[in-house]
């Protein structure tokens, strides 16, 4: 997790730019986790049954070229659901759950212990945005980093890039990744993916408001800020954004902003691929034999792709 220095210093900055930003790491607290998790089950939201669909058919293939006995990284875990899933096929060595959200993540990674006694645990509260630092403890061999959901989305294309090249510098000469890429497709089904009608995805944006209040000491009253989530086809990404209902000033310690009626705060990008663009750029950032499945709509990719050439 960035200490709090840090955080209020990239909130502040980012709050007092032409258009407003607050980067989405800062959506996941403890509460933040768990309106996500909420998420996960919209009928909207269809990125993590499809997602899991994959695994369901496809995951003893993924388990055949991953082998077993690896050390499993899970970029951005959250309740490390979906790698416990997949323990009985991957049988991983040692699981290593790295998250922004280090209480929500530490509290899953002990739950998970407990039923998978026989495999080595750690959970690591970073924020891997610029960097990917692991501590010695995390094995050198065999690692497999998984990173599903299509969180790689939420990096602008460079960033995405240079986020994956970090990956495969810390893959050794026998590592792999395994990762979820959400796809280009019809635009409704993405707007109402990211604007649902029960309102959660508005409670887990609004949140990063709370959020920022904790972390930078700023006074967001969130009742004066509603939520618009919708798919940008000129920039093929669904944006999130908070709007000011009515004009007034955020406070903070050494530092405001005066916001206008309509003003908006943009929160979060969720970048959606083509299949080859995805390929692509798993390629760019020196992976290799990269193997794609995707479900029958072909609205979601699970990608395999090694480190080194076999
Ligand atoms: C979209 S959720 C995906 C959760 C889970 N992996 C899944 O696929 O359902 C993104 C996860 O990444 C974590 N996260 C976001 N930005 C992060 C960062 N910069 N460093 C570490 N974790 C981050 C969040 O806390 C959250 O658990």
């Known amino acids: ?30 509460l933040g986790s768990t ?35 690896t050390t499993l990284i899970d970029l951005g875990a959250g309740n490390c659901a979906k790698a416990a899933s997949l323990f009985p096929l991957l049988q991983p060595r040692q699981y290593v759950a790295v998250d922004i959200s280090a209480d929500f993540v530490t509290d899953a990674l002990n739950r998970l212990q407990q039923r998978f006694p026989e495999i080595g645990m750690l959970a690591l509260g970073v924020d891997f945005s610029r960097q990917l630092p692991l501590p010695d403890t995390v094995r050198a061999a065999q690692r497999l980093f998984f ?31 395994l990762i979820g890429i959400d796809l280009e497709k019809d635009h409704a089904v993405l707007d109402a993916a990211y604007d649902d009608a029960l309102g959660v995805t508005g ?24 939520h618009e989530g919708f798919f940008n086809p000129a920039m093929s990404r669904v944006e999130m954004h908070l709007t000011a209902r009515s004009g007034h000033t955020v406070r903070w310690p050494g530092g405001s902003r005066h916001f206008a009626e309509g003003e908006r705060i943009h929160t979060e990008n969720s970048y959606k691929y083509r299949e080859a663009d995805a390929v692509d750029l798993l390629a760019r950032a020196g992976f290799t ?5 995707t479900d029958p709509e072909r609205w979601f990719a ?4 090694r480190g080194a050439a076999a």
């Open 289 to 293: 034999d990269a193997q794609v499945w």
């Open 203 to 226: 409670a887990f944006n609004l949140n990063i408001l709370r959020h920022a209040n904790a972390l930078l000491g700023a006074d967001f009253d969130v009742r004066q800020w509603r």
């Open 302 to 305: 699970v990608i395999y792709a």
């Open 35 to 69: 309106l996500f998790e909420a998420i996960c089950e919209l009928p909207e939201y269809y990125p993590t049954r499809t997602e899991a669909g994959i695994f369901a058919t496809h995951g003893a293939a993924m388990a055949r070229v991953a082998g077993s006995g």
């Open 147 to 177: 990173y599903p959901g299509s969180s790689i989305g939420n990096f602008a294309p460079d960033e995405a890039l240079a986020f994956l090249q970090r990956v495969h510098g810390a893959c050794g000469d026998d590592g792999a990744i």
């Open 1 to 30: 997790m960035p200490t709090h220095a840090t955080a209020a210093d990239e909130l502040a900055a980012g709050l007092l730019l032409d258009t407003p930003t607050i980067s989405p790491k800062f959506l996941y607290d403890a």
